[in-house]
């Protein structure tokens, strides 16, 4: 017989997003349920690098978003135990050559407009702020709100400190509704769970939950690898990428793409990212993906090419069509909402969203206009 429990919200999703829903929503005084069919952190979240960015965002609603829930991270790095890594390390952009500056700068500029501390770094104060970086170039960004955290763990800390329930191991089999269509709560393998509000929080299986509330989301897995090399002293003190990589963020191509962003750990392994390709949820490796990351990370930082690379690992990234996450509720079916779609910054919005979903919930004032993020309009 299943069992049954009756929250205020149930969540589906146990990553971080879903997490930071949870730990929100419970702060706005509601009773949460959250429910996945594998572990806490067990789907795009665990394959992350943790990466909490505004430096790849161009002036808009994403980079809005991403600037509350840095402001949001800050806040939690004091609340949460220091096993969630917090490291406000700044990201360091880097051009090769006086035409990719320039259009670095004007990105640059335009974010400024929005809140961004953009710091322009000749050839001499690059090698100042990372003396193992390659010579030769023309010059780069320094942008010191850039951070990350260990993503497993910041899952489960803001899981913890929500005190919601938490049902791992159980796959959500139907979004229950009443006659009129409404939410009711859902059925999982294990129990039903009544609530008035299901939040739709499964990253790249959003649209398959979507469609069991009997609506539809086009999310697409984006499939990403990471290289994770020895442990090192830390040759790698920010995040450091090439300008391309900004390109391949807002990229909506399917082919193979790959930029280099490189970045010690607290720990000492170098990680190496990031790749992308819409393949489907194929997990097979791709030699041709590490490569060309090795190739990619070396040119960045020569003195990587004597080190060795001890493991690789990847995931998919939950895409939308036009790289905005969908939050917020679903006016085709009262009760749901969703949160999902965030591609790889899921991570880095993870705050902000669990901000909009619970002031969606609650009837309070949106900590910023959510128009953009609605589910509906694609």
């Known amino acids: 017989m299943l069992k049954r429990h009756s929250p205020d919200v ?9 997490a930071a829903c949870a730990y929100y929503a419970a702060r706005a005084g509601l009773s949460v ?44 790095a004091e609340l949460l135990p220091a096993s969630v890594e917090y490291e ?12 990719s500056l320039t259009a670095l700068r004007a990105f640059a500029g335009a974010q400024r407009t929005a809140g961004v501390d953009a710091v322009e770094a000749g050839p001499d104060e690059l090698a100042a702020l990372e003396p193992h970086l390659a010579p030769g170039l023309a010059g780069g960004f320094r942008y010191p709100q850039d951070a990350q955290v260990q993503p497993a763990q910041a899952a489960a800390r803001l899981l913890a400190a929500s005190g919601a329930r938490v049902y791992t191991g159980e796959e959500v089999t139907a979004v ?14 294990g129990r039903e769970l ?19 509330a009997g609506t539809a989301l086009p999310v697409l897995p984006r499939r990403g690898f990471v290289l994770v090399t020895e442990p090192l002293p830390r040759v790698v003190r920010h995040k450091v990428y090439a300008a391309d990589y900004i390109a391949d963020v807002a990229s ?52 990587l090419a004597q080190v060795r690379a001890i493991r690789a690992y990847h995931g998919f ?15 085709r079916v009262p009760g749901l909402l969703h949160a999902c779609g965030h591609e790889g910054a899921g991570i ?18 949106p900590p910023l206009p959510p128009g953009p993020f609605r589910p509906d309009r694609f």
């Open 176 to 189: 229950l509704r009443d006659r009129a269509g409404a939410v009711r709560g859902v059925r999982t393998t």
């Open 252 to 303: 909506g191509s399917a082919a193979l793409q790959s930029s280099a962003v490189v970045e010690g750990t607290p720990a000492g392994p170098v990680l190496i990212g990031a790749t992308r390709e819409r393949v489907g949820f194929d997990r097979s490796p791709s030699t041709e993906a590490l490569r060309r990351l090795a190739a990619q990370a070396t040119a960045l930082f020569p003195v």
């Open 33 to 76: 349920a959250v429910v996945d069919r594998g572990p806490v952190a067990g789907g795009t979240t665990g394959a992350g690098e943790g990466n909490l960015l505004v430096s790849d965002k161009e002036a808009g609603p994403e980079l809005d978003l991403a600037l509350l829930s840095a402001s949001l991270w800050r806040q939690l």
């Open 317 to 331: 990234r939950p895409y939308l069509p036009d790289h905005l996450p969908a939050i917020g509720p679903d006016p």
């Open 348 to 365: 880095g919005l993870a705050p902000a969203t669990g901000a909009l979903i619970a002031a969606a919930l609650t009837g309070a004032e």
């Open 10 to 18: 149930v969540i589906i999703g146990a990553g971080v997003v879903g």
């Open 88 to 99: 406000a390390k700044g990201g360091l952009v880097v051009a090769p050559d006086a035409a």
């Open 194 to 212: 009544a609530a008035p509000a299901v939040v739709n929080a499964a990253g790249t299986w959003g649209g398959a939950v979507a469609a069991l």
